[in-house]
């Protein structure tokens, strides 16, 4: 069973100190929740897991299965089974969602075998009518240019679209849940919770609650100023929903 393990993990941005030792397991087959105020270094921790050159490592640990994650090229973790959605998804011009998928799987089988020619397109074309269908996806969706004029539910979606596509063994989904109205989340919320698998370990970053009523989280952890504060149970969530995170601070896990 591989586990994404994080140790000890100090990491600064921009010379700015944010993560100040963050510990964490998240095993395959879980879901995991990160909950913590603006600021607190959520979207940081997001972005040192997928490699971004940005974020400097100055110690600790990071494995997947494993396998050391630090210095890895962010294709190359990709490959190993890691997804991250971003927060911000941007529009690839003149790029439609079928192509960017079929090339993004095209991308990792070839990392598994290098003689690999690439999904065979009809294929590719029933995977994606499956996936869709499961989503409950517009099959239209997949003819357009990526995230152009998309809304922020349909961007939303094409991120799971992409995660059911890839099958990776470890998801990190940083605020999947902003700016969408309540249909939207429950939609997207579902859609994800459909995916759940014994195979694939699901980190949910939110700085809302609201989600994690749908994709029921097995664990809860509070991040406050670049560190883990407390963990515990799906109450957890709602405990910080009802009184907010000042009260984390004062307790003697703080
Ligand atoms: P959260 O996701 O919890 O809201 P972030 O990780 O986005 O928090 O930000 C944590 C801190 O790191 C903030 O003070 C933010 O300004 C800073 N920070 C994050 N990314 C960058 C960056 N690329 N350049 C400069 N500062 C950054
Ligand atoms: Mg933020
Ligand atoms: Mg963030």
């Given at each position: 069973m591989a586990s994404l393990q994080i140790s000890d993990l100090f990491v600064k941005v921009e010379n700015q100190q944010i993560l100040n030792g963050i510990n964490l397991e998240v095993p395959q087959g879980e879901v995991h929740a990160i909950m913590g105020p603006n600021g607190t270094g959520k979207s940081t921790l997001a972005y040192t897991l997928m490699g971004h050159p940005k974020y400097e490592i100055e110690s600790g640990q990071i494995t997947l299965g494993g396998v050391?994650?630090?210095?890895?090229?962010t294709e190359e973790r990709s490959r190993l089974g890691l997804f991250l959605a971003f927060q911000y998804p941007v529009a690839i011009p003149g790029v439609t969602v079928a192509n960017f998928l079929r090339t993004a799987m095209n991308a990792h089988r070839k990392a598994k075998n290098p003689d690999d020619k690439g999904v065979p397109i009809p294929e590719f074309r029933k995977l994606l009518t499956e996936k869709m269908d499961f989503l409950k996806?517009?099959?239209?969706?997949?003819?357009?240019?990526?995230?152009?004029?998309?809304s922020g539910g349909e961007k939303k979606r094409v991120e799971i679209l992409q995660m059911a596509m890839l099958q990776p063994t470890m998801a990190i989904l940083d605020e999947?849940?902003?700016?969408?109205d309540i249909d939207a989340l429950r939609i997207v919320s579902e859609g994800i919770e459909s995916l759940k698998s014994n195979a694939l370990g699901i980190l949910v970053i939110t700085h809302?609650?609201?989600?994690l009523n749908y994709l029921k989280p097995d664990v809860v952890h509070v991040m406050v100023d670049g560190k883990i504060l407390m963990s515990g149970g799906p109450d957890l969530a709602l405990k910080l929903e009802k009184e907010?995170?000042?009260w984390i601070k004062s307790t003697d896990a703080a």
């Open positions: 050391d994650l630090i210095g890895m090229a996806m517009d099959h239209a969706m997949a003819g357009r240019y990526l995230n152009e004029g998309f999947t849940d902003s700016g969408l809302y609650q609201r989600m907010g995170y000042e």
